[in-house]
C-alpha cells in the first residue's frame, strides 16, 4: 500500500470510529434529557448550547487550522472530547450525573468539534493524489452516512439497555480510538504563514480571507448556494418535515426514524455510486444534475404530502410509507451528487493558506442557515397547513436552482475546468510523523 493510501486510511478509519460513537450519543442524549426533565425547553437549551459556541468560534478554528499542524489539531480535540466524555461517564456511574454537567461538557465539546472540523477538510487533499481526491471524498461522505445510519440505531438499543453512563463510556472510547488512528498518519507540517498569531493578527487573517471570497464571483455565488439551499431544504427538512409526517399523517416515532434512515441510505448510495463510477465525469455537470434532481424530488414530496395524495395512497398505510421512503432515497441519492464535487472543488482549488479559515466560514453559512429557516417554518405552521408550507417552499428551492444556474458566474465554470484536471506526477507523500 503506497504512503498516500495509508495516510488515508488511518484519516478514515479514525473518522468513522468517532462517527459511531458521535451517533450514538447523538440519539441517547435527548432521550436523557427528556428522562430526568421531561422538558422540551431543555432540549432547545441544549441544542443552542450545542450550536451558538461551534458559530462563534468557527472562523478563529480556521485561522489556527491555517497555522497549525492539522494532523496535530485532528488528535489532540479527539483526545480532548474523549476526555470530557469520559469525565461525563465517570460522573455518571459514580450517581454523580446532572444536566449542568452535561451543559458545561457541552460547550467544550462544541468548541473543539468547531476547532476539529475545518483542519480535518482542509488536511485530506494534502493526504491523497489529486486525481483520487474526488474518490476519497466520495468514500469520506459515504463512510459518514453509514455512520449516521449505524450510530442511532445502536444507541437507542444501548440507552434502552443501559442507560446514558454506557453511551458515555463507548463515546469517548470511541474518540480516544480515533485520535490513536490519527496518530500514526504520516504528515508534515508546512506552515503558509509564519507570522505571530495574535487576537489581532487572527482578525486580520478572517478579513483576508472574507476579501478573498468577495473578489471571487464564484465563491461568493457557492456560498450564496450552500445558505439557501441549506434553508430550503435542510432547515425545511428539519422543521417541517417532522410536524407532517407525526402530527399531520399519523406516522409513529419507528415509521419517522425509518423514514430518517431511508434518506440516509440515499446519500450512502449515491457517495459510493460516485466514488466508483462518477469520480473522473464533469463535476459541474455532476452538482447540476444532482441538484436539478433534489429540486423535482422534493416537489414530488410535496405534491404526495398533499390530502388528495395521501388518501389515495391510504396514509398512513404500508403503502403510502413506502412511496414516502422511495422518495426520501432518492433525494438522499441526489444530494451526493452536489455535496461530494463540491468539497472536492474547494480543496483542489482554494489556496492552502486560507482552505481552513474558508471551510468555517462556509460552516458557519450553512449552519446559520437553519435555526434561521427553522424559526421561520415553525412559526409558519402554526399559521397554514403543513403540505401548504411544503409545496411553496419546494417550490421556492426548485426556482433557485433553475435561476440561479442560468444567471451562474462564468468563473464557476473555469474552477470546475482548473480542479477536474489530473496532475501526471504523484504528489510528495508526507514520511514524518509529528503529532
Avoid: C
Avoid at 75 to 96: E, F, H, K, P
Avoid at 193 to 221: G, M, P, Q
Avoid at 269 to 281: M, R, T
Avoid at 297 to 315: D, K, Q, R, W
Amino acid at each position: 500500500m503506497s504512503g498516500s493510501m495509508r495516510n488515508f486510511w488511518l484519516y478514515l478509519v479514525g473518522r468513522i470510529v468517532s462517527l459511531v460513537g458521535s451517533g450514538i450519543q447523538m440519539v441517547a442524549i435527548p432521550l436523557y434529557i427528556l428522562d430526568i426533565t421531561g422538558s422540551g425547553t431543555m432540549m432547545g437549551v441544549f441544542t443552542m448550547i450545542n450550536l451558538i459556541p461551534f458559530l462563534i468560534f468557527s472562523p478563529f478554528a480556521g485561522v489556527l487550522g491555517d497555522r497549525w499542524n492539522k494532523k496535530s489539531i485532528m488528535v489532540w480535540t479527539d483526545i480532548g472530547r474523549g476526555v470530557v466524555i469520559l469525565i461525563l461517564a465517570g460522573l455518571s456511574y459514580g450517581g454523580n450525573m446532572n444536566l449542568m454537567a452535561l451543559f458545561v461538557a457541552q460547550i467544550a465539546i462544541s468548541l473543539m468539534n468547531a476547532l476539529f472540523n475545518s483542519p480535518t477538510l482542509a488536511m485530506l487533499p494534502e493526504l491523497v493524489n489529486k486525481d483520487f481526491l474526488a474518490r476519497a471524498n466520495s468514500l469520506v461522505s459515504a463512510s459518514q452516512s453509514a455512520s449516521l445510519i449505524l450510530g442511532p440505531i445502536l444507541g437507542g438499543v444501548l440507552y434502552g439497555f443501559w442507560g446514558i453512563k454506557a453511551i458515555f463510556l463507548i463515546n469517548g472510547i470511541s474518540f480516544i480510538a480515533s485520535a490513536i488512528s490519527e496518530w500514526f498518519i504520516r504528515y508534515k507540517h508546512k506552515p503558509e504563514l509564519t507570522d505571530k498569531l495574535t487576537f489581532k493578527s487572527a482578525i486580520i487573517d478572517i478579513k483576508e480571507v472574507l476579501k478573498y471570497i468577495n473578489n471571487k464571483k464564484a465563491l461568493k455565488f457557492l456560498l450564496f448556494f450552500v445558505f439557501m439551499m441549506n434553508i430550503f431544504f435542510n432547515a425545511g427538512f428539519a422543521v417541517i418535515m417532522p410536524y407532517f409526517y407525526k402530527l399531520t399523517t399519523g406516522f409513529s416515532a419507528e415509521q419517522f426514524g425509518i423514514l430518517q434512515a431511508f434518506f440516509m441510505v440515499g446519500l450512502l448510495i449515491g457517495n459510493i455510486l460516485f466514488g466508483a463510477f462518477f469520480h473522473k465525469k464533469n463535476m459541474l455537470k455532476m452538482i447540476k444534475r444532482g441538484l436539478y434532481s433534489a429540486g423535482l424530488v422534493y416537489v414530488g414530496i410535496a405534491l404526495m404530502a398533499f390530502p388528495f395524495f395521501s388518501n389515495f395512497f391510504n396514509a398512513p398505510g404500508t403503502t403510502y410509507f413506502i412511496v414516502m421512503g422511495s422518495l426520501e432515497l432518492l433525494l438522499g441519492l441526489a444530494i451526493a451528487f452536489i455535496d461530494t464535487p463540491t468539497m472536492t472543488l474547494f480543496q483542489s482549488t482554494l489556496p492552502k493558506s486560507i482552505i481552513s479559515k474558508f471551510f468555517s466560514i462556509m460552516m458557519i453559512a450553512s449552519q446559520m442557515a437553519i435555526p434561521f429557516g427553522g424559526l421561520v417554518y415553525g412559526m409558519l405552521l402554526d399559521r397554514m397547513p403543513s403540505y401548504n408550507l411544503l409545496i411553496v417552499v419546494s417550490i421556492m428551492a426548485l426556482l433557485i436552482i433553475v435561476v440561479g444556474f442560468s444567471r451562474a458566474p462564468k468563473e464557476l465554470h473555469e474552477m470546475y475546468s482548473s480542479s477536474g484536471k489530473s496532475e501526471e506526477k504523484e504528489l510528495p507523500v508526507n514520511e514524518e510523523i509529528s503529532a
